[in-house]
Every structure is written in structure tokens, then in C-alpha cells.
């Protein structure tokens, strides 16, 4: 540790790239402090003032013992990282020279309620890594380029010191060890739900609604499951969870305007991540392959089959679909077929976010048009779970086509839930019979896209008309090379750094594939188990300017925005689903 500090002090007033004396390219130097290792590396070559610590906590230090449970890997990382973020969540320094101001700051990744795989902290040789960024004192003056050191030392030598000095001494096994009873609780409900026959379960006492900041609603009224469908859920350390089982099938679930239809539907969306205690969502719990269908206006489309809902007509070809301003009905049957094609395991919809020509078409609507190309999801939704297994969970408002669809129905009044199939059985308009697409051969289910390399790059011209790689990340879009792609209306990507996690996954993808194609689903879950086994740093470089903090997005999310990108070519081999 004293080496670094008198490297640091060295630094003063020198050119910002004196500080590359504290670290080096191949990985950095390593000290240590009260056992716990310092190594420093650069963000990226071009801003050597901002250097990346990386913290090394051993676990028995903490009296963390996990015996080889790899499962509780992600939550003592998530867990590690929010304990030391309180300590270091104020370290700002400015020093004073005359006119010049230099600034130093400590910058830590500050996650939201959900406990998502990381690149700020994971676990590694049985050891805790932290990895924060340091911004060291330097804000630059406008006409030279220097490092105010002994600023630098003051923040690594006081400050840092006294963050790591507090975390290890308040580190509280016992509130660790409840926390961590909390996370297996949530895997023992996902591996139960299959078992079960569910495809979510919300416990009681659940609060769903969120504030503005994304917390639980302070008043909110908590989830209470109706008694037709209260299940128990035991587990091995003796706790027991009474709450809702949702049913794999058809569900409806309607109601009056602000009722919590649509707050219920969006905990059941989230509850494919698992929440840290005390948010309120902790144990409404989702099939983690779940995901939200909306009608996405103007999306790209690629070479995708959309027959099963858009059939023929004229000169429009829907086997192989391509358009780069999709309508409201083909974007929302393209997001369905990509979610089935990827592996989803129910369909989550709001009939506020979807086309409603596309939905239904009721008795009358039916008699009049005889040759719509738009098969409606009523005609399709029970034939997606019989003939795929997929669930599909309805928030309806509108109409009442789909109660006579569904396998379960619930009403919703001021944010209470009561089974409704009773009241629905008495009023039944039309046989399921009613329901079909009176289709002239079987549909094939799942469209099995190659990806084609040669229309794959990471690279582009930039200004100056030579060709480099290019990788750039916003809150709505993704550029790698000449190809772009939207993710703004993907809900459950809930982070910047899942977008950019999803970003270097695409370009890890275009530029270590070999072969002349690729199967889209098989190399992304390559990469995506390389990255859950091994981390984010092989798919990683600092080299485009992005924040190394990366989140591990949903597989599904990844190959959503792989859909939407533009200047690929895919070939399709229709297999019909077994």
C-alpha cells in the first residue's frame, strides 16, 4: 500500500500520463491493505485519470462460508457490493489551486432492487472482488493536463482506507446469512413452479406497486391471493410462504380502470429477476423465461416467420417477413414467434400495448370479413400452450372474447384479486370451437434462423474514411460496426449496463464466429452460459469508451435486440415443433 501512495504522490502536477506508473496495460499492479488486495488498472488508454480498483475481500475474512455452493455466487457478490457502496458513497474531494479546481471522486455502481450477475462484483477463488472505479483528482484546467497527486494520496491513503477499514467491521454475518436464506428461498419457488404446474407465484403479503424511484408504494394495499387458488409453499429451513399459484394455461386477468391490473402484470414481468429482502417483490417469483409481448410500431423485422398470424396476400410473402417499419399487427406477431423461436416459457400482455386488430375479432367482425390475412390471437392463444407448452397471462379491459378462452379468469377491484371463473362459466358466449384459424396444414411453430457471417461486422468507417471497429451504447439504442439496433421498448431490460452487456455479447458474437453461419439461439446461450460460468471480462474492452460496470440481461432480451438490428441476413429452416 505504501508503494502505491508514493507513486500517487509522485503524480503531482505532472501530465495526467504519469499516473499510467501505478499501473501498466497487462492487468495493473497488486497491493494490499489489512489483507485485503488492491489491484489498479485502467478504464480505457485514452483517459488514464480514471483508474479501476479492484478490491479482493476472502470470504472467511467476512466469515462467509459458502462449502462450494456456486448457486449463492451472484447474491454474495450483489450482496458484497451493496455493503461497501454505503461506505464509500460520499468520498468527493475538490482541491484549490488559485483558479484550477481538481476534483477526485470515488465512483461505485449502485444497483437497483434486483440481484442480477455483475462486473462490478462477482466471486472468484473463493474470494470477494468489489471492482469500483476511482476518479482520481483531476478535474483538468483549461491549458495544461496535470494530476494534483497529493489530492490523489488524501482519497486512496484517508478515504479509501476508511471505507474498506468500516466495511470489514460492520460486516454483519448474521444479516448476511438472513439475506442469503431470502435468495435460496427464491431458487427452491423456481424450481417448484415446473413441479408444480405454476408459472408464477405471488406470496401473500407481496407489495407490488411501485413509487417513483422504483420501491415499494409506502400505504399500498398488500397482495392477498384469492382462496380458490392459495397454495403453500415449505421450505427446507422450516419457513413456510402462503400465496397465489398461477396455473400454466391460458390466464385472464380483467378489471376497471385502475384496478392493478397492469401493476399486477408488471410484478409478474420483474418477478423473473429475484429482489433483495425488503423490496416488497421478494417472492413474487416468474418463470425466468418469461417475457412481455406489446405492438411495436416501426420495429425492424428480418427475414422471419409470421404465417402462423399474417397469412399470404397478393405480393406480401409472410414465411420469410422482412420490413423495416413493421405495423402494429406484424410487429406484435413477430415479437410472439421470436419469443416462442427463443425459448419463452409464457406470454405476458396488456391489452393496452398491443394492436387491436390484432387481438380479436368478435362474432360480427368474423361474418363480415371473410379474407383477412390477420389470424387474431384468439384463434391462436390455446393452440400456442397445446402445441408448445407456452402460457400466456392476459390483462383485457375492453373485451370479453378472451374469457371464454381462458383456463383461469380473475377480477381485479382496488388492488385486491378474486377468482372469477364461476361468474365467467354463466355467461359463456362461444365454444372454444368458435376459436380456430381453420388452418390447411400444421403450423410450424418455431422458425429456426441461421445467422450469415458475412453480413456480420463490428467494423465501420469512421470520419476519417479508415475502417474500425465501433461499438457505442445509449439508453434506446446499440451500435456495433454498420448495424444498429432499438431496445427501448424491451421491458425487461431494466439497467444501461444490460444494454451495454447485450452490446459487447452481439460484438463478442460478430467477431469470434467462424463458420460461414450461425444458429442464432445456439450461439447466443453459448455465450451467454460462458459469461454466467466465467464473467464478463472475456467479452469485454475498455477500448470504446463504455463503462466496464455490465449486468447479465435475460438470453431472451439478447437475442430480442439481435432481431431488431438491421443489415443482417438470416436463412430459415422451418422445423415443426415436436
Avoid at 403453500?232 to 391490473?261: A, C, N, R, W
Wanted: hydrophobic share 35%; net charge negative; proline share 3%.
Amino acid at each position: 500500500m505504501n508503494r502505491l501512495i508514493q507513486l500517487l504522490a509522485s503524480c503531482e502536477f505532472g501530465d495526467v500520463a504519469s499516473l499510467r506508473r501505478i499501473y501498466t496495460y497487462e492487468g495493473g499492479e497488486t497491493y494490499e491493505y489489512e489483507g485485503v488486495t488492491i489491484e489498479c488498472g485502467e478504464t480505457q488508454r485514452t483517459t488514464p485519470e480514471f483508474v479501476k480498483f479492484t478490491l479482493g475481500f476472502p470470504l472467511d475474512m467476512l466469515e462467509i462460508a459458502i462449502f462450494g455452493d456456486s448457486q449463492l455466487n451472484t447474491m454474495i457478490a450483489d450482496y458484497g457490493l451493496r455493503e461497501f457502496g454505503k461506505h464509500i458513497d460520499e468520498i468527493y474531494l475538490e482541491k484549490g489551486l488559485g483558479k484550477e479546481k481538481y476534483t477526485g471522486k470515488i465512483s461505485i455502481h449502485k444497483p437497483t432492487s434486483k440481484i442480477v450477475l455483475r462486473s462490478s462484483s462477482f466471486i472468484r477463488n473463493k474470494i470477494l472482488y468489489i471492482s469500483l472505479t476511482i476518479r482520481f483528482p483531476v478535474l483538468h484546467a483549461s491549458k495544461r493536463n496535470a494530476v494534483a497527486g497529493k489530492a490523489c494520496v488524501r482519497i486512496v491513503q484517508k478515504d479509501l482506507a476508511r471505507a474498506i477499514r468500516n466495511f470489514l467491521y460492520s460486516f454483519d454475518p448474521d444479516d448476511f446469512e438472513e439475506c442469503a436464506a431470502v435468495y435460496k428461498r427464491q431458487q427452491e419457488i423456481r424450481h417448484m413452479l415446473s413441479r408444480k404446474g405454476l408459472v408464477g407465484f405471488i406470496a401473500n403479503g407481496s407489495i407490488l406497486p411501485r413509487n417513483g424511484d422504483g420501491f415499494a408504494l409506502k400505504g399500498a394495499v398488500p397482495f392477498q391471493s384469492p382462496y380458490e387458488d392459495e397454495i403453500e409453499m415449505q421450505f427446507p429451513d422450516g419457513f413456510v410462504l402462503h400465496g397465489m399459484g398461477i396455473k400454466e394455461g391460458v390466464t385472464v386477468i380483467t378489471g376497471g380502470g385502475y384496478s392493478g391490473k397492469s401493476t399486477l402484470l408488471d410484478g409478474l414481468m420483474h418477478g423473473i429477476y429475484d429482489h433483495v429482502p425488503g423490496d416488497g417483490r421478494e417472492y413474487c417469483i416468474m418463470q425466468e423465461r418469461a417475457c412481455k409481448i406489446i405492438a411495436e410500431d416501426g420495429r425492424s423485422v428480418t427475414s422471419l416467420d409470421i404465417s402462423p398470424f399474417i397469412r399470404n396476400k397478393g405480393s406480401l410473402s409472410t414465411k420469410s417477413f422482412t420490413s423495416q417499419h413493421a405495423s402494429g399487427s406484424t410487429s406484435q406477431a413477430a415479437n410472439i414467434m421470436e419469443a416462442i423461436s427463443f425459448g419463452c416459457s409464457a406470454l405476458l400482455i396488456d391489452e393496452d400495448r398491443t394492436a387491436t386488430n390484432f387481438m380479436i375479432r368478435d362474432t360480427r367482425m368474423k361474418k363480415i370479413i371473410k379474407d383477412d390475412p390477420i389470424v387474431p390471437f384468439t384463434d391462436r392463444v390455446r393452440q400456442i400452450h397445446t402445441e408448445t407448452g407456452i402460457s400466456t397471462i392476459l390483462i383485457i379491459g375492453g373485451s370479453s372474447e378472451y374469457l371464454d378462452l381462458a383456463d383461469n379468469v380473475y377480477m381485479m377491484k382496488d388492488y385486491l384479486i378474486a377468482n372469477y371463473n364461476n361468474e365467467v362459466a354463466k355467461t359463456r358466449q362461444n365454444t372454444l370451437d368458435f376459436f380456430t384459424a381453420n388452418d390447411k396444414e400444421p403450423v410450424k411453430w418455431r422458425d429456426e434462423r441461421t445467422l450469415v457471417k458475412k453480413s456480420m461486422s463490428a467494423f465501420r468507417k469512421d470520419e476519417t474514411n479508415k475502417i474500425r471497429e465501433f461499438v457505442s451504447v445509449n439508453d434506446d439504442e446499440l451500435y456495433i460496426g454498420i448495424h444498429r439496433t432499438n431496445i427501448a421498448r424491451l421491458e425487461t431490460i431494466i439497467s444501461s449496463q444490460q444494454g451495454s452487456a447485450i452490446a459487447f455479447v452481439i460484438r463478442y458474437l460478430f467477431t469470434v464466429q467462424k463458420a460461414d453461419k450461425c444458429h442464432l439461439l445456439d450461439e447466443i446461450s453459448n455465450i451467454y452460459e460462458k459469461i454466467k460460468l466465467s464473467g464478463f471480462d472475456d467479452i469485454y474492452s475498455s477500448k470504446f469508451g463504455i463503462d466496464f460496470n455490465l449486468e447479465l440481461p435475460t438470453i431472451h432480451d439478447i437475442l430480442f435486440a439481435l432481431s431488431r438490428m438491421n443489415n443482417l441476413k438470416y436463412e430459415n429452416t422451418f422445423t415443426q415443433d415436436d
